[in-house]
């Protein structure tokens, strides 16, 4: 779990709860006619905006935000030092017993490659498109996010304008007043905080993690490249060092 991610949920939530109570019952914020157009026509409107194909994507690529399996880039650096020392001894074909030990899929499939004797463009051609796809899944993610955040105000303002036509209509009863301006004021208050506090921070969220995701592929891809051409160690860890800031590599060879 990302600790990040759960303190600022948690914060932000409570922050906003707190100071509700404080001035009134969190029950007068509560409103499910507000709810249905604000959250339903969210929904409605961004399934007319996107394919169900994406939309059903879009939960998997929401645990990234919750959840971070990344490498440490220097773990990576010093497992393709290990791997480079002993391709040069033994031969890239002992590299072979280490594939059942690796989790990562991406890194299996690259040394996988290497191992039965691709040539190095070819492996770079077949990751690099795998990297491509994996952007283009997590961009739209991102993308349905913030077309979410769009749609929350735009629907808080249809319950404002549902709530004020509806008020105008009814003056001469004086107590209707009141409800219909709670589903205007109301609406408005869900879309603002189902933008600000939920869809935008989680899509800047993904395109972090996106980054981070793909720099860590970039380096394997690098260092796999590296391995198939028979580079030496010290060659190997200056080449993944150029992903790193100065400050966090650290080298065997120094």
């Not at 869900?190 to 869809?199: E, H």
Request: hydrophobic share 45%; charged share 20%.
């Amino acid at each position: 779990m990302d600790l990040a991610t759960l303190i600022g949920i948690v914060c932000a939530f409570s922050l906003v709860i707190a100071s509700i109570t404080m001035g009134s019952g969190i029950g007068l914020f509560i409103d499910l006619p507000s709810a249905m157009i604000v959250f339903g026509g969210t929904i409605g409107a961004t399934m007319i905006h996107y394919p169900l194909r994406d939309l059903l994507r879009l939960f998997k690529v929401l645990k990234n935000v919750f959840f971070s399996k990344l490498w440490n880039a220097r773990e990576v650096v010093e497992l393709f030092v290990d791997f480079s020392h002993r391709s040069r001894r033994e031969g890239i074909l002992a590299l072979e017993s280490e594939l059942w030990k690796v989790e990562d899929k991406f890194l299996t499939k690259g040394l996988q490659l290497a191992i039965d004797g691709m040539e190095p463009e070819g492996i770079r051609e077949i990751l690099e498109t795998e990297i491509d796809y994996l952007e283009e899944r997590h961009r739209v993610g991102a993308e349905i996010l913030n077309t979410m955040a769009t749609f929350f105000p735009a629907m808080g303002l249809i319950g404002t304008l549902i709530g004020l036509i509806q008020m105008l209509k009814t003056m001469e009863d004086p107590s209707t007043i009141g409800p219909s301006m709670a589903l205007a004021l109301i609406t408005t208050f869900y879309g603002v905080v189902g933008a600000n506090l939920v869809c935008l921070p989680m899509a800047g969220k993904l395109r972090k993690r996106s980054q981070e995701e793909t720099l860590i592929k970039e380096m394997v891809l690098s260092g796999i490249i590296s391995i198939t051409s028979g580079e030496n160690p010290r060659i190997v860890e200056q080449k993944l060092h150029s992903f790193i800031p100065p400050k966090a590599r650290e080298s065997r060879y120094l």
